[in-house]
Structure formats: structure tokens, C-alpha cells
């Protein structure tokens, strides 16, 4: 026989190699056909319920590396809580309407204008729905699991009903109103924005300063003085109505180089600067409360402009008078209004002028800077023209330029109820402590909402019109609207009369004929997403209101935790979550912000196809989610050794447990050797960290390192690398052999339990190898930590071995690298101890040779505070004397002994291992060794 066969090597069909791309399907398939999530549910019946409500993405596409972390994240802590004693049902769910589906049909060459809005809007819906098919499939290829038969879509009538019947509470109390005010308005999407719907990009502007010649000084100023504006939007000149003021500044009538000009006092060196004057002389100077309804003339037409008083004047920049046009911006609106000015916007859907701006008709706004300045030029108003760069509005979908535009729009106004907001958020538990700050400055901060869009593609705005132009919004009509959008969707808004979607019989004052019209716009599609409370968490038996939690990427403090609690605040005067987690962006190796153009975006489909699902799992497991993170091919390849490590680790494992039957050979803990319940120990506490400090808290940075920590440390860096010593030569039966199998048995039990949430697919491979009762690791529960009785004693007692093993390593190092020995069995090693080593040394119970990987037979231990050589290796309170053993090696253990050569029938082997093989293998007397 083979000498080989006399050692209990181990013997496993678990593949070194994941081979995940090609298995991970298999295995999601089987899991599909034997319905573990519903399983899971029925096991967690009568559970406390925890609730992730599923924000929705928007349908358009497969799914980028954002997607991922977000989706992955949430199967995480899904599955943590359901193998934590929860029931946490998941239900996904897509936004459906909205711009993007309405742009792809376009670049399909779909023309909306050459069919009706119901034929249309049935493309749209087509559309969407294969994008919620393409996406749904993205998503259970990364292993997440859920009730994707029946997920939640803002495009189902049922969703679209609750939220007809959200908008309709809250236009019962009075929260809804129409008004024309300046609004963010995109030319490029031909739709007003929400402020949710902005971001902020570098541009590059005019800045000009201009004058306005005095018409009516009342008394005060000459009609040769001219009042300086400063602005950086050219376009909106012809809009001017007025001129404001702070009434509290001091301003001055100044002469320079020859001609009279009105500044803020404040900031006249600044515009001398900048004009470049040379003579200045100081005429008067009066605060602004003086100049209220002194005229100027425009530059360029024949009109004047009013002098008014507003607040919002700043001496930040420019010259302290500021151009107001009442149409194209927010301060300006309202300043307007005070004064009775009309509010002019001669700008159309598509950004360009009407014939309300003489000279400028069908000119694009930005293609009229130039034409603007060169007529002021050539009216004499233009002092200075320059170009700066500075952060301006975009559209986030477009990623063009926004303007301000006043046009007749359907408001929320969160006044009446936005203290109500603030202190519901005061109340959530914002697992990232800044989100609350963040969220609560906006909804303190921000005005009316802007729920009105002039699109096709989305849920209708339940509005009827009477003769005279009254709206009709009353709760009868709401909630006729809302079963009709039940019954057959909301097409049925713009494939029937007014009359027809109007209860039978109904009347109004103001429509003496019965004649009625309808709102043609829909409704924000933050609205949509923004109901989902109503649509969904009320609605959905297994699920609950409000959520235990949200949780998304960190821009929707401004979208969907926004919006969301909005409506829910407003209906109900609740938060719609009690607790919100957020996630930072994805960014490449190198930190920089994912785009196309620079060619470093990680499409997730390539990594499936070339490191499988697990991998990106494990990704998502082990960054700081809370801030951006970074992923590259590299960083996922580095990835890919960690789960090589844990996947070879269990590999060993499970190898060495192949003759070791749970129920028979079992070794009960007070009964193990100290070395073993000092490793049971050491996983009981991974258990409490992982669970209490890992998956409680959402911190799944923290269960990757420690459950890492402890297949690279304690068991691979000390327990598996002294126990080839011990499963491999001892009797199959012994004593010390059972004992580690013992522990190597539970480790991989709670190892496939505590990855299980992370990387399913490997958990429930490894759970395929143990026997225990459960057919799949995902219908288990984590296991539950023990606290043994004289655990801390055994703790300190340990954890000094451990300080002591390192030395004893770093005097083998030094012995090794002065080619004093090779292996650290040819080396014979002395230990000189003080008393608190020695006190220590005894009390380990253990055979220390062993647990240090030196040969037994050339192991010494000498009396406490024996004076040690001066060639030793000399520690604070040990001394280790290290040289080169004088043995012969057994072939059978491999380790250097003096017993080699005793035996009569085994002369090659220890006296140790020569009485196994003779117990074990009598035959191999006869036969001998080939």
C-alpha cells in the first residue's frame, strides 16, 4: 500500500472552483421551481414584520452598477431579517411613466403629433412594460429574491387609482391651487421641472451691465442720470418690467468720466473696477426707500420701467439695482406682484420668443444673448460686456440647461402642513444621522410644488373645467375618476369626453349648458413614485404602513424620500417610513464619476458573464455604502481572490468533516480539548458581531472583515495550519481528531448561515455538503450565539497564548533567514519564560509543540525566570532559543523525531505514527509501503 492511505487526508466533491457564471442560473432556477421566497414566508408566519419598501427604478434599460448596489443591498437585508425571526416580505416595484420612455419613442421615430394621445400613450405603456421585463430579469440574475410575479407598477390601474384618490385628499384640504408663476421650465424636455428634477452644472454666461435712462426722477433725480443693472441673463432684457431696490441700502448719484449714474454705495469701487472709470464725484446719496416708483426707460423699447422696493436685494455682486423681469424668476414674480406689474413671459414650450418680444420672434433664448447685447450696444445702454463660468440649472434627464418661466401650473403647497413634515421627520431614525439635516432643510427651505407637466406619458391630472373656467375638483368627481382608472386604466382619461368621465348626472354652477373640458397635463412623475404609500404599503396585504425602512441612493433626499413623505404627511400626517438608509454614487478605480463618454462605466451583465453574481454580492458586502464607492474590473478581480480564500477555507473544511457524522460524533463543549472551545469561543463571538454589530446595523462592511478576520486569522493563519497535524495522522476515531471536527463542523454551519444574505449561491452549495435537517441554508435561521461559563477565563488565558505564539514565530522567522533552519519542524526550540508566560504556558492544557508547529521531541520549556543564552531571541517577558533539531524526519507525520527507527515493522515512521498504522492498517506489516 501507498503511504498516503495510512493518513486521513481529506476527501470533498465541493469544486475548488466556484464556476459561478455557469451554476449561479442553475441554482436560481431550482430555487425558483421550489419557491423558496414563499417558503421563507410561510416559515416566518406570525413573525414580527419588518417591511423594506422598494423604491422604485425607473424602466428604462438593463441596469447599470448603481442598480446593483442598491438592489443587492436591499436582498441583503432581506435576508438577513428573515433568518433573523422577521417576516420581510419584498415587494418590488418599477416607475413606469415619465420623459425618458416618451424620448426613447421618439428616437424610434415614433411621432407623437401623427396619432392620438391614446395611441400614444398605449406605445408608452408597451414600451415600459418590456423595460420592466429586461429589468426584472437583470435583477434575478443578481440572486435577489422576491415576489417578482407580482410587483408594483406606477402604470397598474390599481396604483394609478390611489394615487387619483391621494391628489384628491389633498385638494380637499386645500393643498392643491392653479397659478402662473415662474417655474423651472426645460426647453429641451418642453416640460415645467420640479426642484427634484434639477442639477447643477458649470456654464458658461454673459455678464453685462446696462443702463436705464430716468424718465420720472420725482423730484430727486435728474432725466440725465441712468440707474446701472448688472445680469448674466441677456435674453431676459426684453421681459424687464422694473427695477428693485433694497429700501434700507445706501445708494449714491455719482458722476463718472462725465455722465450721472444711480449705485449701491456699498459696491462702487467694485463697478469702477469693472467699467474702468477714471473720475468719480459723489453727487447725493439716499436710501433706496427714496427711489420707490421713480420710471426709467427700457433700453430698447418704448416703455418704462417701474423703481419698486424687494428684500432680496443683496450687495453680493453686481451694482445693488436689480433687473426684474416678473416672468423669469422667483423673487422677481413675487416682488411684481406687490406692485401690480403684469407678469410677461414671452417665451414659448420650446424656448423661443413670441411675438410678445417685438425683434426677437422665433429666436431661440440663448441664440438671443447675443442679438440682445448688440442692441444695447447700439443704443448706447451697454457699459460692459464679459463671460464667466458659474453653476447653473440643468435638466437632470436632458442634462441641458433650464430657464425660468412663467406659465399657468397646478401647485402643491406644502405651507399649511410643512411644519406637520418637519416634525414627522424629527421622528424617523436616519441610519445615516446627516440625511435627516439634509431632508429637513429642504422641505423647510423649498416652495410650492410644481405637480403639473405638459407631457403625454403619465397619470392624468383629475381635473374638469366648467363653462366659465372653474376647476372641478370635489370628491365626487375624484372618486369616480379614481374607479374608472381602476376599471380600465388611465387611457381612459384621454379616450373619453369630459362628460364621459364625470359621474352620471353631474352639474355645476358655472357650466349652466352642461358643457365641461379637461386638464390635459399629468402629473409629476415624483407624484407617482410619491404615493406609492397609498398605492402599494396600504394596499398590499403583506405589507404594512408605515415601512420599517427606504432605502435608496443619497439624490433621493431630494426625489423619493421627499415627495413620499410630502404626500403621506399630507393625507395621513404621517411619515410614510420609520427609518431611511441611503447610499453614496458609484465611481471608478480612480474616483471619478461614471459616464459613457470616458469609457468607465461597469456594466454588470460583464461581470456576471465573467465572475458571477456572488462576486458583485461580495462587492456590495464589503464597501462603505454610505459613501461613493468605487468599483473597477480590478478592484472586482481583488474581490474575486477574497471569495477564492473563503470558498478554499470551506473547501478545507468540509473535507476534513467527510467521516464525521454530527450526530454520533459530536464532542459536547465541556468535554473538548481548551484549544477547541477557545476556537468555538472565538466563532460564538463572530456570531454576536456579525449579527449585533453587522447586519442589525445594516453594516455590511463590518460582517465582510469579521467574518474575513476570522477564516484568515483564526482559522486558516492558526487552527487549520496545526490540524493536518492531528485529522491527517490520528486515528480516525481518536479523541483530538474528533474534537477539531467538532469545530470544523459548526464553523462551516454558522459560515454558510452568517454568508448566506451576501453570497446565496455559495451558501447554499456549502449547505449541500452538511447534513443538518433544513434542504436549503435560506430557510434556516442565523445561529444563535452561546456565552460558556469560564469563557473569559479561557478568553485571557488565550489571547496571552496568542501574544506568546507571535514571538515564537518572529524568533523561527529569524532563525529561518539565517539559514539556521528551514521548516519549523527541523528547528528545536527552548523557552525561557518569566513567571506570568510560564503561569500561562501551564495553564493552556494543550500540547504546545503542536499548536506551534515544532517537533514535540525537541520542544523545551524551562522554569520561570531561568537565565536564558545570550544567542536567544529575547522578548520582554519571554526568551526563545532557537536551533536546528538533531533527529531524523518520519515519513509518515513528516515532522523530526527521536522515535524514528524503534519500530520493528515500521523503521521509516515515529513511534507515533507507527502505532496507528499498526492498529489501524495490520496489514501493512505484511505488505509494506511501495
Known amino acids: 500500500m501507498k503511504m498516503k492511505d495510512t493518513l486521513h487526508l481529506g476527501k470533498t466533491k465541493f469544486p475548488m472552483r466556484g464556476n459561478l457564471p455557469n451554476r449561479e442560473a442553475d441554482w436560481q432556477k431550482e430555487w425558483e421551481e421550489n419557491d423558496i421566497y414563499g417558503k421563507r414566508q410561510k416559515i416566518n408566519e406570525g413573525k414580527p414584520t419588518f417591511v423594506l419598501h422598494d423604491g422604485p427604478p425607473f424602466a428604462n434599460g438593463n441596469i447599470h452598477i448603481g442598480h446593483a448596489l442598491n438592489k443587492i443591498s436591499k436582498d441583503i437585508i432581506i435576508r438577513a431579517k428573515s433568518m433573523s425571526g422577521f417576516r420581510a416580505p419584498y415587494v418590488p416595484g418599477w416607475d413606469t411613466h415619465g420623459l425618458p420612455v416618451e424620448q426613447v419613442l421618439a428616437n424610434k421615430g415614433i411621432k407623437r403629433k401623427e396619432m392620438s394621445t391614446a395611441e400614444y400613450r398605449q406605445k408608452c405603456y408597451e414600451y415600459a412594460l418590456t423595460q420592466v421585463d429586461k429589468q426584472r430579469d437583470d435583477f434575478k440574475r443578481l440572486g435577489v429574491q422576491g415576489d417578482w410575479e407580482n410587483p408594483y407598477l406606477t402604470l397598474a390601474p390599481s396604483y394609478e387609482a390611489a394615487e387619483i384618490r391621494v391628489f384628491g385628499k389633498m385638494a380637499e384640504k386645500g393643498y392643491i391651487y392653479k397659478g402662473m408663476k415662474p417655474i423651472y421650465w426645460s426647453p429641451s424636455s418642453e416640460s415645467s421641472l420640479a426642484e427634484a428634477e434639477i442639477e447643477y452644472k458649470d456654464l458658461k454666461s454673459p455678464s453685462i451691465y446696462v443702463t436705464f435712462q430716468v424718465v420720472d426722477g420725482k423730484g430727486i433725480l435728474d432725466q440725465d442720470t441712468s440707474f446701472i443693472i448688472w445680469t448674466t441673463t441677456p435674453w431676459t432684457i426684453p421681459s424687464n418690467l422694473a427695477i428693485t431696490v433694497h429700501p434700507d441700502f445706501t445708494y449714491v448719484q455719482l458722476k463718472a468720466d462725465g455722465k450721472k449714474y444711480v449705485i449701491a454705495k456699498y459696491l462702487l469701487e467694485d463697478v469702477q473696477e469693472q467699467l474702468g472709470w477714471e473720475e468719480v464725484e459723489i453727487l447725493q446719496e439716499f436710501k433706496g426707500a427714496q427711489l420707490e416708483n421713480i420710471t426709467a426707460h427700457h433700453p430698447f423699447y418704448d416703455r418704462t420701467s417701474l423703481l419698486i422696493l424687494g428684500d432680496h436685494v443683496t450687495l453680493d455682486t453686481g451694482t445693488g439695482l436689480v433687473h426684474t423681469s416678473p416672468g423669469h424668476g422667483e423673487d422677481d414674480y413675487y416682488v411684481a406682484k406687490k406692485y401690480g406689474l403684469p407678469i410677461l413671459s414671452p417665451i414659448d414650450s420650446r424656448g423661443v420668443f413670441t411675438e410678445e418680444a417685438p425683434g426677437f420672434e422665433g429666436v431661440f433664448y440663448d441664440k438671443a444673448n447675443p442679438m440682445v447685447t448688440d442692441l444695447l450696444q447700439e443704443k448706447g445702454a451697454l457699459l460692459s460686456l464679459d463671460f464667466f463660468v458659474h453653476s447653473y440649472p440643468h435638466d437632470w434627464r436632458t442634462k441641458k440647461p433650464v430657464i425660468f418661466r412663467a406659465t399657468p401650473q397646478w401647485f402643491a403647497s406644502i405651507d399649511e402642513f410643512r411644519q406637520n413634515i418637519l416634525d414627522e421627520i424629527e421622528k424617523v431614525d436616519w441610519i445615516i ?8 432643510n429642504m422641505i423647510r427651505d423649498r416652495g410650492d410644488w410644481v ?38 386604466g388611465s387611457n381612459v382619461w384621454f379616450e373619453r369626453e369630459a362628460k364621459d368621465l364625470l359621474p352620471e348626472g353631474f352639474t355645476h354652477s358655472g357650466s349652466p349648458n352642461g ?5 390635459t397635463d399629468i402629473m409629476d412623475v415624483w407624484f407617482d413614485s410619491g404615493s406609492s404609500h397609498a398605492a402599494v404599503l396600504r394596499q398590499r396585504p403583506e405589507l404594512t404602513f408605515p415601512a420599517d425602512m427606504y432605502l435608496e441612493g443619497s439624490d433621493q433626499y431630494r426625489g423619493w424620500f421627499n415627495s413620499s413623505i410630502t404626500t403621506s404627511v399630507a393625507v395621513s400626517g404621517k411619515a410614510p417610513y420609520k427609518s431611511v438608509l441611503s447610499q453614496g454614487f458609484t465611481l471608478d478605480g480612480e474616483g471619478r464619476k461614471m459616464s459613457k463618454s470616458l469609457g468607465n462605466t461597469i456594466v454588470p451583465d460583464k461581470v456576471l458573464k465573467q465572475m458571477g453574481a456572488d462576486i458583485l454580492r461580495l462587492w456590495v458586502g464589503s464597501v462603505d455604502y454610505e459613501s461613493d ?21 470551506v473547501r478545507f473544511l468540509l473535507a476534513n468533516t467527510s467521516d464525521f457524522d454530527p450526530q454520533e460524533n459530536t464532542i459536547e463543549f465541556v468535554d473538548l480539548r481548551s484549544v477547541d472551545k477557545y476556537m468555538l469561543i472565538r466563532l460564538n463571538e463572530v456570531i454576536r458581531e456579525v449579527r449585533d454589530n453587522g447586519y442589525d446595523k445594516y453594516d455590511f462592511a463590518h460582517v465582510y472583515r469579521t467574518i474575513l478576520n476570522f477564516i484568515t486569522v483564526d482559522l486558516s493563519s492558526f487552527y487549520l495550519d496545526f490540524a ?14 474528533r474534537c477539531m471536527q467538532t469545530v470544523f463542523y459548526q464553523a462551516t454551519v454558522a459560515i454558510a448561515k452568517l454568508l448566506a444574505p451576501v453570497i446565496p449561491h455559495t451558501a447554499e452549495e456549502i449547505w ?72 500561562m504556558l501551564n495553564a493552556v492544557d494543550a500540547n504546545i509543540a503542536q499548536l506551534l508547529i515544532v517537533s514535540p521531541d525537541f520542544f523545551t520549556i524551562k522554569d520561570a525566570n531561568e537565565k536564558a543564552p545570550e544567542e536567544a531571541v529575547v522578548f520582554e517577558d519571554v526568551a526563545i532559543m532557537v536551533e536546528k533539531a538533531d533527529g531524523e524526519v518520519c515519513q509518515r507525520c513528516r515532522q523530526m523525531r527521536t522515535s524514528v527507527g524503534e519500530s520493528e515493522h515500521f523503521p521509516t515512521m515515529c513511534a507515533h505514527c507507527a502505532a496507528i498504522v499498526e492498529d489501524e492498517h495490520p496489514e501493512a506489516i505484511q505488505e509494506g509501503f511501495e
Open 724 to 737: 493536518k497535524d492531528v485529522v491527517y495522522i490520528e486515528e480516525k476515531d481518536s479523541y483530538e481528531r
Open 515 to 519: 358643457e365641461f373640458t379637461k386638464e
Open 768 to 839: 449541500s455538503y452538511v447534513e443538518e435537517e433544513e434542504e436549503y441554508v435560506q430557510l434556516t435561521d442565523f445561529p444563535a450565539y452561546q456565552v460558556y461559563s469560564n469563557q473569559e477565563e479561557l478568553m485571557d488565558i488565550w489571547t496571552a497564548f496568542m501574544n506568546f505564539r507571535d514571538k515564537v514565530l518572529k524568533a523561527l522567522e529569524i532563525a529561518r533567514n539565517e539559514k539556521l533552519i528551514g521548516k519549523s519542524m527541523e528547528a528545536k526550540v527552548t523557552i525561557y519564560p518569566n513567571e506570568q508566560v510560564s503561569a
Open 433 to 440: 444621522p446627516w440625511g435627516e439635516a439634509r431632508l429637513y
Open 451 to 488: 405637480i403639473s407637466r405638459q407631457r403625454a406619458w403619465g397619470v392624468p391630472l383629475p381635473i374638469f373645467y366648467a363653462e366659465n373656467g372653474d376647476a372641478i375638483i370635489t370628491p365626487e368627481t375624484i372618486e369616480h375618476v379614481a374607479q374608472l382608472f381602476e376599471e380600465y
Open 629 to 649: 464607492v468605487r468599483v473597477s474590473m480590478d478592484i472586482l478581480q481583488q474581490v474575486s481572490e477574497v471569495y477564492r480564500k473563503i470558498r478554499n477555507t
